[in-house]
């Protein structure tokens, strides 16, 4: 299975910045042939996506990112990675990246075979 490594969660001031990254290894991962995505999950709240991107640069988000999240990767080195701008105090919650050689199945499914640990994001004064 493909296995994920978040980091780049912290604590930030409603109005900072964050940017997050996603290290993918495995035998059965490819960059150059996987989509990968962002997901978060607020207490209470289901793990929803957040964005995702193809291998070849296609990218989806969700309503509540556009404008100020940006998805991107480095394939070289396994990584994706999540650019958060303006973040806002109902962006907390713990946010995981997982991946799938189909664009669409990130988008429109949360079930996968494993996570990451993922990584705390908290927006607070």
């Known amino acids: 299975q493909v296995q994920l490594v978040e980091s780049g969660g912290g604590l930030v001031q409603p109005g900072g910045s964050l940017r997050l990254s996603c290290v993918a290894s495995g035998s059965i991962f490819s960059p150059y042939s996987f989509s990968m995505g962002w997901y978060r999950q607020a207490p209470g709240k289901q793990r929803e996506l957040v964005a995702a991107m193809s291998s070849g640069g296609s990218t989806n988000y969700a309503d509540s990112a556009k404008g100020r999240f940006t998805i991107s990767r480095d394939n070289a080195k396994n990584t994706a990675f999540l650019q958060m701008n303006n973040l806002r105090p109902e962006d907390t919650a713990v946010y995981y990246c997982?991946?799938?050689?189909?664009?669409?199945?990130?988008?429109?499914?949360?079930?996968?075979?494993?996570w990451g640990r993922g990584t705390q994001v908290t927006v607070a004064s």
């Open positions: 997982n991946a799938d050689r189909s664009l669409t199945k990130l988008i429109l499914s949360t079930d996968f075979p494993s």
